[in-house]
């Protein structure tokens, strides 16, 4: 499977936008790029996904670069409910329909 | 209700017990995963399946056993827990086709 690269951490302000980081160098024409986020003792849940245009959704935006090497999630005004693990996931289309959680990035969202 | 629910919630066990963690959905899915979550880390999927009757290993199958007798359940059990088997583990539907898999609540083992 496509491996995924994140920060491990990242610290906004609330009602500011957040801009976290994916880098997929090796990907594949047939990979999605999957966005989850899981809050604090919950189960992961959907963000987004795409595969070349950027896509927008009630939640956040992705930007996908031009040569797919790496992508953006967007939080637009983030909130205190905002604070989350946010996995960054390549899914091959084509395979099975696996995800492979990496580390995930950890969002602290300040008053 | 609708959605995923997954019982027991919280359970606490010793080595060389059989457990069995319940996952139900009322979307009638075809597909279902199990992961697993230890402290800190992400998710590891142990086991998953395509439809009733059809399951596959994930990355971390060993010493767990699953089946799927019906659409809408899919047990995981611990044949003989050991303490490496405390875990936060997750269950997780998606429908055929579908691009979003829906997770359920956890259910925390912990293995004395």
């Known amino acids: 499977d496509a491996k995924t690269t994140q920060p491990n951490s990242m610290e906004s302000n609330e009602e500011e936008p957040v801009h976290l980081p994916c880098n997929h160098s090796?990907?594949?024409?047939?990979?999605?790029i999957h966005w989850y986020r899981q809050l604090p003792s919950q189960g992961p849940e959907y963000v987004i996904h795409?595969?070349?245009s950027n896509v927008n959704n009630r939640m956040a935006s992705l930007a996908i670069a031009e040569d797919r090497k790496s992508s953006t999630l967007i939080l637009h005004r983030a909130t205190l409910r905002d604070a989350a693990v946010y996995y960054c996931?390549?899914?091959?289309?084509?395979?099975?329909?696996?995800?492979?959680f990496g580390q995930g990035t950890r969002l602290t969202i300040n008053p | 209700d609708a959605g995923i629910t997954q019982s027991p919630r919280y359970k606490i066990t010793e080595t060389g017990r059989q457990v069995t963690l319940m996952c139900h959905q009322t979307?009638?899915?075809?597909?279902m995963f199990w992961y697993r979550q230890d402290l800190g880390h992400g998710l590891r999927l142990i086991y998953y399946?395509?439809?009733?009757?059809?399951?596959d290993k994930g990355e971390v199958p060993d010493g767990y056993v699953v089946s799927r007798s019906k659409t809408e359940n899919f047990p995981l059990t611990l044949e003989s827990a050991t303490r490496s088997q405390t875990s936060v583990y997750f269950c997780?539907?998606?429908?055929?086709?579908?691009?979003?898999?829906?997770f359920g609540p956890g259910t925390r083992l912990t293995v004395t």
């Open positions: 996931i390549l899914r091959d289309e084509e395979g099975a329909q696996k995800l492979v």
């Open positions: 997780a539907s998606m429908s055929g086709g579908g691009y979003e898999q829906y």
């Open positions: 090796t990907i594949s024409g047939t990979d999605y």
């Open positions: 795409g595969l070349t």
């Open positions: 979307w009638s899915h075809s597909y």
């Open positions: 399946s395509a439809a009733a009757d059809i399951t």
